[in-house]
């Protein structure tokens, strides 16, 4: 029986947690949301897709408090998750990460079913200091997208 389940099973694939990208077994990058966050470029690029873009657009051209808020929301949100990231080769460069390291924790994800005992897991509340932490909020609220836009 376990033969059949582990033998002839198709190697496992997943998911860019950034693009969606289709990723094989052992391949990716780990990184944990402080490391996503503190990102400008991350913030630069998720403020300008398809689901945000209204946003960014209201908040550059009209001055639309609600969606300056809604920006600071989609910070948050971001910023909560818990999970390890795994992302593939083209999003890993929007972070200034040490790669060998990002590599070894990704195959141990790969190994561990997505578990990975990488060091400030969690939200990134719990790892960056409380000035680090406002400073990405207020960059990607005010900030994030203005070079993408057409002002
Ligand atoms: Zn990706």
């Known amino acids: 029986m376990f033969g059949n389940l582990f033998g002839k099973?198709?190697?496992?694939?997943?998911?860019c947690s950034i693009c969606k990208s289709l990723l094989e077994y052992k391949e990716g990058f780990a990184l944990?949301?402080?490391?996503?966050?503190?990102?400008?470029?991350?913030?630069?690029?998720?403020m300008v897709e398809p689901e945000t873009m209204v946003y960014t657009t209201n908040h550059f051209k009209k001055k639309d408090e609600n969606a300056t808020k809604m920006r600071g929301i989609i910070f948050e949100?971001?910023?909560?998750?818990?999970?390890?990231?795994?992302?593939?080769?083209?999003?890993?460069?929007?972070?200034?990460?040490?790669?060998?390291?990002?590599?070894?924790?990704?195959?141990?994800w790969w190994k561990n079913s997505g578990q990975v005992d990488m060091p400030h897991t969690g939200k990134a509340s719990d790892h960056l200091a409380p000035a680090a932490?406002?400073?990405?909020?207020?960059?990607?609220?005010?900030d994030a997208g203005a070079s993408k836009i057409r002002l």
């Open 32 to 46: 944990t949301t402080s490391q996503v966050v503190v990102s400008k470029e991350y913030w630069d690029n998720k």
């Open 77 to 108: 949100k971001t910023a909560e998750k818990e999970h390890t990231w795994l992302t593939c080769d083209t999003c890993i460069k929007q972070f200034d990460v040490d790669i060998e390291q990002a590599v070894s924790f990704a195959e141990e």
């Open 9 to 15: 099973k198709k190697q496992p694939k997943t998911q």
């Open 133 to 142: 932490y406002d400073k990405m909020r207020t960059y990607a609220m005010m």
